[in-house]
């Protein structure tokens, strides 16, 4: 049974880290163009190749790399993250990303820290996820439409997510619409 967020004891992570998403959080609150979770960390592990760490907070999941004169790589919302796999044999962990840019691969230890992020993860991305509807494409063909919620504002987000390989076409683009019709009526969102 997974544990509640709120009853989860939060990972410590180094000092260094933990400055570097501070920074990052106070400068995003200038701004407002952060995904940064301010230093609000649910779950923490390091890349045992890079030293980078790879942080799942409430809102984005945030890549930090000490060793970088900016040291907040990157930080995207759960609603861009379409999914983690694990490797147990190469302890490899391999994000892809709903853009179809090119999936990030981490080698992560096999300790508790790694185990409680990698649950985090899952979590904090089914919980994007409001409705999703498989595409119904010829062929070996697959996609799916899917309806997610931006954690940070409670707003919902259309995607249309094709498997790799496959490209946009008339059938792809007709089942992507009559999926997210359905979705936006099932979800009480105004049709497109």
């Given amino acids: 049974m997974p544990i ?9 992570v180094p000092p260094d880290i933990a400055a570097a998403l501070s920074a990052q959080s106070a400068q995003s609150a200038q ?11 649910l779950s923490a592990a390091p890349d ?4 980078a760490w790879l942080v799942a907070g409430r809102f984005a999941l945030t890549l930090v790399d000490p060793g970088r004169p900016e040291p907040v790589v990157w930080s995207r919302p759960w609603h861009e993250v379409d999914a983690g796999s694990w490797s147990r044999e190469t302890s490899q962990l391999t994000v892809t990303w709903v853009d179809r840019s090119r999936p990030g691969q981490w080698r992560l230890g096999d300790g508790q820290r790694e ?16 409705l999703a509807e498989e595409l119904a494409l010829s062929g070996r063909r697959t996609g799916r439409a899917v309806i997610r919620q931006d954690l940070r504002t409670g707003g ?10 496959v490209q946009a076409d008339e059938e792809v683009s007709a089942a992507s ?16």
């Fill in 48 to 51: 045992a190749d890079s030293g």
């Fill in 156 to 165: 919902l987000v259309e995607q249309v997510v094709l498997a790799r390989g």
């Fill in 4 to 12: 509640p967020f709120r009853d989860r004891r939060t990972d410590d």
């Fill in 31 to 41: 701004s407002a163009q952060s995904e940064v979770d301010g230093g609000r960390v």
């Fill in 115 to 130: 185990r409680t992020f990698l649950q985090t993860l899952r979590e904090r991305v089914t919980a994007s996820v409001v």
């Fill in 177 to 192: 619409a009559r999926a997210l019709d359905w979705l936006r009526e099932q979800v009480g969102m105004p049709r497109a």
